[in-house]
């Protein structure tokens, strides 16, 4: 992955990114905010990194996935979601990845829990017809998307529009305000996904044994990635060029 501008030390991030483990990095967003010459900052806690008491001062702030549930008692998924919230006071539009996606969800009312269908792979999405839909995920009524969840966002906050779902997760994607909470991996790598089949976890074979039809294995995963990531990065681009266009000027 290429190594945020704010590596150099007399640049001013404009975007925070929080990590929560190490596996789960910043993938394609990280590649898109340098290309675009966006200053941006990453912070892991599973390495150490504290998450700040603010972020003011930012034009965006992205929030990552992991395998920790939303609803896990851990001090650093509880200050994401008040970063959340004061960025929705002080106008910072928020994007979420997967947990990152439910953090938002809670942070603002809504409700996240485990589903009875697991979605690991390539799954297809679709689109809701809406305006914002659109503005967010373009005018294709479907697409191909990468999933590793089996929580997701049940109840919508108050005032959230969705924008998306699918077979085993009504809830994919929702817009409230200037955000974009999303349940599926829109940042994902070839390396990201050859990381996690290194190390799936111990629950993968039994959600692959019980639920073939919305798990895929490493090879039906490999071939789905050659099919299908140029689809998933050219909807992430459009996804964080609608996220950026919300920014705040100067």
Known sequence: MTQPLTDQPFDTPEVLVLQHLQDDGPGHLGDWLTSQGVRWR???????DAYPASVRGYKGLAVLGGAWSANDDRPSLRQAEALIREADALGIPVIGHC??????????GG???????????????????????????GDAEQAVVYQWHHDSFVQLPPGAELLAASPACPHQAFAIGPHLAMQFHIEITPQKIDAWLAHPGAAYPQMLAHH???????????????????????????????????????
Do not use: N
């Open 42 to 48: 990453v912070l892991c806690t599973e390495a150490g």
């Open 99 to 108: 947990l990152g996606g439910q953090l938002m969800a809670r942070a603002f």
């Open 111 to 137: 409700r996240v829990r485990t589903l009875e269908q697991p979605e690991i792979g390539w799954r297809p999405l679709q689109i809701g017809r809406g305006r914002l839909a659109r503005e967010w995920l």
């Open 212 to 250: 073939p039809e919305t798990v895929q294995s490493p090879a039906a995963m490999r071939d789905a990635t050659r099919a299908h990531l140029a689809g998933s990065q050219a909807l992430a681009e459009r996804i964080y060029r609608a996220w950026r266009a919300r920014w705040k000027r100067g």
